[in-house]
């Protein structure tokens, strides 16, 4: 539910599959998973979401006050986090993908509210103005790294959410142009001596 994940397939020993997925066994997911079919050993279940949008209204409060899960047994905050984002599963967000770094988000947010896009966290989305409140909205990383999208006002919105590389990106580029072309000319460099002695 923390990934919006909405099918799982579980692999048997009788799977053709060579690599087993999950050392638990089947019944983690059968007490609490729908089984839609089995097939050949692979069974298929359906995850019990209360909202299956990548973007979902939150509580701002709530999110901010989850404490980071210290190892993936740490139940405590994973139940509080599922419950925070299935409160508000009946306000529907819309969210499209335009392109792999073009998304449109529309929906409406009230008092103390935001969005959580149900991906990465990445310093490189940025908010686009559209429809309502496109000015003025500001992002910040939750407890399990995801992003959360804060409107500077309630009420209703029509974003983009827009991916950029940073800035450390092309930082990270030309250092490695600088260290290929340190290394050419240094090898150049090496080579030319040498034949000078060889004529």
Do not use: C, H
């Amino acid at each position: 539910k923390i990934a919006n994940v909405g099918k799982i397939i579980y692999t048997t020993g009788g799977s053709a599959e060579p690599y087993k997925d999950y050392k638990v066994g089947e019944n983690k997911f059968s007490s609490t998973m729908t089984k839609v079919f089995e097939e050949r050993g692979d069974v298929y279940y359906s995850s019990p979401l209360k909202n299956d949008s990548l973007a979902k209204v939150v509580d701002l409060a709530e999110i901010k006050s989850i404490k980071k899960p210290k190892n993936a047994i740490d139940s405590g905050p994973i139940y509080q986090y599922v419950s925070a984002i299935e409160k508000g599963a009946d306000k529907k967000i819309s969210f499209e993908k335009i392109t792999d770094s073009r998304y449109k988000i529309a929906g409406e947010v009230g008092e103390g509210e935001g969005v959580l896009v149900q991906q990465t966290y990445d310093s490189g989305w940025s908010v686009k103005a559209g429809l309502g409140q496109g000015g003025g909205w500001s992002k910040f990383k939750d407890s399990f790294d995801f992003m959360i999208l804060v409107p500077k006002n309630p009420g209703s919105f029509e974003i983009e959410l827009v991916y950029t590389k940073p800035i450390g990106v092309y930082v990270g580029y030309l250092i490695t142009l600088v260290t290929i072309g340190f290394i050419i000319k240094r090898f150049f460099n090496l080579q030319t001596p040498f034949k000078k002695k060889v004529s």
